[in-house]
């Protein structure tokens, strides 16, 4: 204000001081340039700025993506897509996005043939591409097939679009016919299940049909379980089946529903993914000759482990004897062969026959089932005793043609009483049933009592224990996939039991009988050969990478054995090719790679001969029908709606014909500009020219 | 005949002691070895031969040696328990004397580490020179005999058996054949 007071105040002064002049021109004249001077004056003591704002519009550009991704060709939606795209004319910055983002001159260049979706990813790569500041609008026109868009927008998707701050239109292609084509959308099952336990699958079917519908559950390949779907007007519909692995190891659980006569496609009527099969319970069918103190301190070391299932019989009554009583008054009952030898023959990993002389009940003509249960990997475990092996007449027996020892008769009958001390062969020393571990003690302190005679090793089988006369006390072998062993004696109970009250305590015989059976059974800490595959889950034309690993009879790693690597679709109907032949390497592993076949469960199974003894392992890749892109035909609008609400955009579902082309909302920033004039030199300038004009005209004037 | 702190003692997982008085004293060494022989698995069979009825210092004292060597007092074994049906299927515990209808026990874990008949078994058991019974059974005669004989052979099945008798195939199958099907 002061300042302000102080120019009218200037201006007066000049106006006194000219107003005598006679020439009214020449006063005006002189009067304006004391004005003009003081309104420059002003200006640099002021400082004034000159503030302009503006949208940045002009600048900005349209970013259209459109989903080059091979779905992007059932149907007109690839034309209908080019349509669109047109209308955003010639300043639009095309693209094309599937796997990869592609710029497009016109959007004739178009092509449906990349891979999977990818839409955020384009989305993301194009804003990089134009750069942020530059993008008035995206608007991506597309089918919505993108699986990574299936289960939703990640949260960590969703963040990295709101934070852009880019509002994404889109516009979804929906079929104008509705295609017909039944699809798995999807399959919940645990990646996990218990042998035996029942495992609850539940398939959604995508897709309509005025037929009845068979969904089927397959497990390597082999129908299990299936479910009819009756024709309704919901386009996804629900199956529910139950199944029953029946085995442990890495399995393929396969999904298929009827396919009809038009569909656009088949590759997606069929699913397939890895299930890991593990044992929650060991079920072990203990069957004893009669009653004694091995059976009984057996059964309690079973009983005595919550993971064991136990099924046991004993025989109450002698070979030869009846018992003279009424029925009622005993609690015998009739031993059931039929039932334990049949169906039910399946559902136990380990079966013990306990000084147990079957021949009177029937169960030889069970023999080769039995036989056949552990060569396809079941175990089979002979305790010895008076009516056991030879002395039970098992070499008249099938059962002697498989057991890891050969049976022969002896002088003293296949049994020969008397306390021994067990001696551990070299095998043993380094086999993973009797090997030392701390806390064993000295296996000298270790006596036992009575055991079978007549017995040979098999040249395949590994004797741990001998007794007298280096008779095989404890011996191991293969049959088939299955293991057996024999105990040729039934006095282990003495080492839970131990004579001398100094000894050492009764878990040597626990912790020999754990490793036992969990040899027998081949936990995981028990086998020879293993087969590990990267992944299990592929597609077709997919390089898979396979280790083999082979740890010899001595429990280290078997260098230098062939493996070799074979290959067979599931179910089997041609024998599986060879692929491969490796040498295992100081770590005993052998590499492989293993192109996926078509899709479907593949069973790989790697074999070696090491030690007279051929190990196998195998593993089933479960490998899919075909890229995930190739599986999905229906449009998916809803996903695109998602990200159009979630980034602030618009969604659009119609005709391209009735299509509003979306406005291009300019969401950027107003852009303001500061000129200030106080510091310009023509400021300077006029203050000089304006003092420099008046000291003229008055000097020309002859004014002072 | 094994005593408590013989080398022998473990050559028998099964042991019987009979007497019709208290119980001579014993050492800590005898204590323990008896406690580890029953918790490794052994089974102490104890039976009151009293002539006439049960031995009431027999009884205290054995009373006192379980406690001692189980840590767990005798408790009476209901009529239910497998113990009277490893074999056969009794609905007593009789001897040659009924003066007690059950049995006494004492657990380790869940099996009877001590079974206690105060009916004087043996007596229903023991022969004469002749080759017959030496003692009468009463008051049941003959029918008791053979119902004590019985017992005796459940109570051998059940030391090497132990609960075998309820396993679920055993249970549901009695059941059946109780109901009669």
Request: glycine share 8%; charged share 20%.
């Amino acid at each position: 204000m002061l300042v302000f007071s102080l120019a009218i105040v200037v201006l007066i002064l000049a106006w006194s001081n000219l107003r005598h002049l006679p020439h009214p021109g020449k006063r005006a004249t002189l009067l304006a340039l004391r004005g003009g001077l003081i309104l420059a004056l002003l200006a640099v003591f002021l400082q004034p700025t000159w503030v302009t704002e503006h949208p940045t519009t002009p600048d900005h550009v349209v970013v259209v993506l459109i989903d080059g991704s091979r779905s992007m060709g059932h149907g007109r939606r690839r034309a209908r897509a080019e349509h669109i795209a047109r209308k955003f004319g010639p300043n639009a910055r095309l693209f094309s996005v599937g796997d990869q983002l592609t710029p497009l001159a016109d959007p004739t260049e178009l092509r449906a043939a990349g891979g999977a979706s990818d839409l955020v990813g384009g989305v993301e790569a194009a804003l990089d591409r134009v750069g942020v500041s530059r993008v008035g609008a995206v608007v991506l026109i597309s089918d919505g097939l993108d699986p990574q868009l299936a289960g939703g927008l990640s949260d960590e998707a969703r963040e990295r679009l709101v934070t852009a701050g880019i509002a994404i239109h889109t516009i979804a292609l929906t079929d104008e016919r509705p295609v017909t084509d039944l699809a798995i959308a999807a399959v919940r099952a645990s990646p996990f299940a218990f042998v035996r336990n029942t495992l609850p699958v539940e398939v959604d079917i995508s897709g309509r049909s005025d037929k009845p519908l068979t969904v089927v559950a397959l497990l390597d390949g082999t129908p299990v379980a299936s479910q009819r779907l009756l024709p309704d007007d919901r386009t996804v519909r629900t199956a529910r089946m139950q199944l029953q692995p029946k085995s442990t190891g890495a399995h393929v659980l396969s999904v298929a529903v009827t396919a009809l006569p038009d569909e656009a496609t088949r590759a997606n009527n069929r699913v397939h993914r890895p299930l890991e099969v593990i044992r929650d319970r060991t079920r072990i069918l203990h069957l004893a000759g009669h009653p004694s103190w091995d059976t009984r301190f057996l059964r309690s070391h079973l009983r005595a482990d919550p993971t064991i299932d136990l099924i046991s019989f004993y025989i109450m009554v002698g070979r030869g004897g009846g018992v003279f009583v009424r029925s009622e008054d005993t609690t015998l009952i009739p031993f059931p062969t039929k039932q334990l030898f049949g169906e039910a023959m399946a559902d136990f990993d380990l079966v013990i026959f306990s000084d147990f002389d079957f021949a009177p009940f029937g169960i030889e003509r069970f023999m080769p089932r039995l036989r056949k249960w552990v060569a396809g990997g079941g175990s089979f475990l002979v305790v010895g005793g008076p009516e056991a092996l030879v002395s039970g007449g098992y070499d008249d027996s099938s059962v002697a043609q498989w057991l890891p020892v050969k049976l022969r008769q002896s002088t003293d009958g296949g049994w020969r009483p008397g306390e021994f001390t067990p001696r551990l062969t070299a095998i043993g020393r380094a086999h993973p049933i009797t090997r030392s571990y701390p806390g064993f003690g000295n296996w000298s302190d270790l006596t036992l009592e009575g055991h079978n005679t007549g017995l040979n090793p098999r040249a395949d089988a590994a004797v741990l224990i001998q007794g007298p006369e280096e008779s095989p006390v404890l011996t191991v072998g293969h049959q088939g996939r299955g293991r057996t062993a024999v105990f040729a004696t039934d006095s282990l109970w003495t080492w839970a039991f131990p004579e001398r009250e100094a000894a050492p305590s009764p878990r040597r015989y626990h912790r020999m009988l754990r490793q036992l059976r969990g040899w027998l059974i081949r936990d995981p800490d028990f086998v020879s050969l293993r087969l590990q595959a990267e992944t299990r889950a592929r597609i077709p034309g997919d390089r898979c990478k396979l280790t083999a690993t082979l740890i010899g009879a001595d429990q280290r790693p078997a260098a230098g054995v062939q493996v070799t690597l074979m290959a067979g679709r599931l179910p089997r109907s041609q024998p599986p090719v060879k692929v491969a032949t490796a040498t295992t390497d100081a770590a005993g592993r052998a590499l492989f790679s293993w192109i996926a076949g078509r899709g479907g469960p593949w069973q790989l199974q790697v074999s070696a001969q090491h030690a007279g003894t051929r190990h196998t392992a195998e593993v089933v890749m479960a490998i899919a029908e075909g890229p995930t892109e190739d599986l999905m035909v229906q449009a998916a609008p809803e996903r695109l709606r998602t990200l159009a609400e979630t980034t602030g955009g618009q969604h659009w579902r119609n005709r391209p014909e009735q299509l509003p082309v979306p406005t291009v909302v300019t969401a950027a920033p107003m852009v303001t500009e500061r000129v200030a004039l106080w510091s310009r030199a023509w400021v300077a300038l006029i203050i000089l020219l304006v003092l420099s004009a008046e000291w003229m005209l008055r000097r020309s004037w002859g004014l002072t | 005949m094994v005593k408590l702190d013989s080398p022998q003692l473990f050559r028998f997982p099964l042991l019987v002691l009979a007497g019709n008085r208290a119980l001579g004293s014993t050492s800590t060494t005898q204590m323990t070895r008896l406690r580890t022989h029953l918790t490794r698995g052994g089974l102490l069979l104890v039976d009151d031969i009293g002539r006439s009825g049960p031995s009431r210092r027999f009884d205290e004292s054995i009373r006192k040696l379980i406690v001692r060597a189980t840590g767990q007092p005798l408790v009476k074994i209901p009529l239910n328990d497998v113990v009277y049906r490893t074999f056969y299927r009794l609905r007593s515990a009789h001897g040659r004397r009924a003066d007690v209808a059950v049995l006494w026990g004492a657990k380790i874990g869940k099996r009877w580490a001590v079974l206690y008949s105060q009916n004087d078994l043996h007596g229903a058991f023991s022969r004469a020179r002749s080759g017959g019974y030496a003692l009468p059974v009463l008051p049941g005669g003959e029918h008791q005999r053979e119902q004590a004989w019985r017992l005796g052979i459940n109570l051998v099945l059940y030391a090497v058996s132990l609960d075998y008798k309820d396993d679920h195939t055993h249970v549901g199958h009695l059941l059946r054949r109780r109901r009669g099907q």
